[in-house]
């Protein structure tokens, strides 16, 4: 192997410029798109009264649109307003895990107080149905066995506290 000046032998010489034309091929493939989106846009009216909007003239009477840049309003931000926002997301975030943990665990609870409340009122229900007599206490703690028109009524009741607790 012989090298020139440089001391490249020619195999490297020539992969240097192969290499070059490489990037050369990657950048024309990667820039061709850009060149793509920068097509005019033309407007034109058809026999119908309708517009169109095409990338490629149609008709003779087809005019160019020029399509105006929207300027940037914001100025890219910077690391410290990142970080400050998306603590802000991570905080936002958090209060509305808890809030939904607590939701969920509330509604654990109200079911929990259901299911109780729904067992005991098919029990009150089942030993009313059951007992020869119902009765309640009066003021000087003697028992007062209810008619069968109050036994109708309390009953109701106890079958109305069942529909309100075992939905």
Not at 63 to 82: F, G, M, Y
Not at 143 to 162: C, F, G, N, P, W
Request: aromatic share 8%.
């Amino acid at each position: 192997m012989t090298n020139n000046a440089d001391g490249f032998t020619r195999a490297q010489e020539l992969r240097k410029g192969w290499r070059g034309l490489f990037y050369l091929l990657l950048l024309s493939i990667f820039i061709s798109p850009v060149f793509h989106l920068q097509a005019g846009v033309y407007k034109w009216v058809d026999e119908n009264g309708r517009v169109h909007f095409s990338d490629r003239p149609t008709a003779a009477e087809s005019t160019e649109v020029e399509i105006k840049q929207q300027e940037r309003t914001a100025p890219p931000a910077s690391q410290q307003d990142r970080r400050l926002k998306m603590q802000r997301m991570l905080e936002v975030y958090q209060e509305d895990r808890v809030e939904k943990k607590e939701a969920q665990q509330k509604q654990q609870e109200e079911k929990a107080k259901r299911k109780r409340n729904c067992a005991r009122a098919k029990d009150r229900y089942n030993s009313h149905v059951r007992a020869r007599g119902i009765y309640r206490y009066d003021k000087d703690g003697e028992r007062q066995y209810l008619s069968d028109e109050e036994r109708t009524r309390h009953m109701k009741s106890v079958k109305a506290e069942i529909a309100r607790w075992c939905k």
